[in-house]
T-cell receptor, first 117, second 116 residues
């Protein structure tokens, strides 16, 4: 079936190192991908997004890479800080024209990022 | 602060009871989504409303229902509560479900429901 999944449920990274969080998706009709960060006790927060016609997008300390050939998405965090500790969700978005008139968003199960001081 | 508000923040109740969770979307957003998140689990989509009308249903139980009012706030009603309904319930809002392919959802802080 169609799904969005993450390869690693937990990732431990030394402070100052780079983090890479991976996500696999199986729906080739997905047009848009989003990464969310959820800190303990809070709601998910938008980090960065990427459209399917792009393969890379950069933000502040974060980069998202999209490989449509293998249906793989990754979030790279540069110089990981303790404040980056959170659960990260990827989400795939299917445009209205391909999902019956409204957007369809599917969230992955999440990866917990632990930053070691 | 996402601009989405949810009340109450915490709710403790007993099995068999009925509760109502409330959500106010960001100013200007017409679409509201409800999600359930159990402990250390992902986000399970429950239901979506746009401008007062139901637009999509996910894994929502028949004991659960929702509505969106003319002022665009939304309520999620949970009845005949069971222990397994204990979870975080999030509301999210977006401009519109067909606003192109960049209709980002903004999440509220959630309501933590504990069923004893």
């Amino acid at each position: 079936g169609e799904s969005v999944g993450l390869h690693l449920p937990t990732l431990s990274v030394q402070e100052g190192d780079n983090s890479i969080i991976n996500c696999a998706y199986s729906n080739s009709a997905s047009d848009y991908f989003i990464w969310y960060k959820q800190e303990s006790g809070k709601g998910p927060q938008f980090i960065i997004d990427i459209r399917s016609n792009m393969d890379k997008r950069q933000g502040q300390r974060v980069t998202v890479l999209l490989n449509k050939t293998v249906k793989h998405l990754s979030l790279q965090i540069a110089a990981t800080q303790p404040g980056d500790s959170a659960v990260y969700f990827c989400a795939e978005n299917i445009a209205p024209g391909r999902s019956g008139g409204y957007q369809k968003v599917t969230f992955g199960t999440g990866t917990k990022l632990q930053v070691i001081p | 602060d996402s601009g989405v508000t949810q009340t109450p923040k915490h709710l403790i109740t007993a099995t068999g009871q009925r509760v109502t969770l409330r959500c106010s979307p960001r100013s200007g957003d017409l679409s509201v989504y409800w999600y359930q998140q159990s402990l250390d689990q992902g986000l399970q989509f429950l239901i979506q409303y746009y401008n007062g009308e139901e637009r999509a249903k996910g894994n929502i139980l028949e004991r659960f229902s929702a509505q969106q009012f003319p002022d665009l706030h939304s309520e999620l009603n949970l009845s005949s509560l069971e222990l397994g309904d204990s979870a975080l319930y999030f509301c999210a809002s977006s401009v519109a479900p067909w606003a192109g392919t960049t209709d980002t959802q903004y999440f509220g802080p959630g309501t933590r429901l504990t069923v004893l």
